[in-house]
């Protein structure tokens, strides 16, 4: 089945404007919790779209921040990840959830290969291709290999398990950008600093993996918990502790190397 462009809302990406020559790329790929209208909230109360299962809490207002305070450019996410998850290869059988912590997702099941196709086709693929034209810009007019940060939040409490860390780093074998973040965050002395937890950053077409890995280009993927920035002093709180710390290493100059390690991922 030939699967028709539309032009609906959300919009597959939001670009965020700021100096590519800096030599770095913030990414939110669960910024927000916007679903086509079509899709009737894919049969969710309304409620269900304001969880943690919808997006990532807080993340939208802590990374335009600190793209401001860097005047740094940023690529996020226009749609939420019950649609389609950009932060997932396409062969990953939690690329659209028909569950998620309690929650059945009536809208994404059964589903169709012809909807999962007009998906991928429609939000997934643009917002990647526009994360690697950025990636190819910040590259091209910085004259360096980027240094990547992606920025994510996870509940502080899932399956009945609570979480805590404040923040967790997720990598998988370049810790370049990792070791020099955590150092940074640990001189707090306050801070539980989480390292894979509670996710593994290792996973084969994920984001990192395809923009970082790949390129060889630095890369960490940075997790804060959603109590601490769900609202606006919380926000700017991690915005500027997180903005401090990446411009201090985006200086480093062993993050602007292109070096390629082999991914755990396929061995896990």
Known sequence: MEIDQINDDPQPYVAIDGNFQAGLLLLADHAR???????????LAPEELKRHIAYDIGVEAVTRQIADQLAVPAVMCGFS?????PNRGEDDP???????????????????????KRRLINWYRPYHEAVARAVDRV????AMPPLIMSIHSFTPRMQGYSRPWHVSLLWDTDDRAMRLLYNALASEGSLIIGDNEPYDGALTGDTMYRHGTLNGYPHVLIE????LIAKDAGQTEWAERLAKAIADINAHPEVHQQLFFESRA???
């Not at 990840?81 to 998850?85: A, E, S, T, V």
């Not at 939690?94 to 999962?116: A, F, K, M």
């Open 81 to 85: 990840r019950l649609l389609i998850d």
């Open 139 to 142: 590259a091209t007019e910085s």
């Open 33 to 43: 919790n916007v679903l086509p209208a079509r899709y009737d909230a894919l049969g």
């Open 94 to 116: 939690t690329l659209i959830r028909q569950l998620y912590d309690g929650s059945v997702i009536p809208g994404n099941y059964p589903l169709e290969p012809e909807e999962r």
């Open 266 to 268: 396929q061995t896990l």
């Open 224 to 227: 804060i918990r959603q109590d």
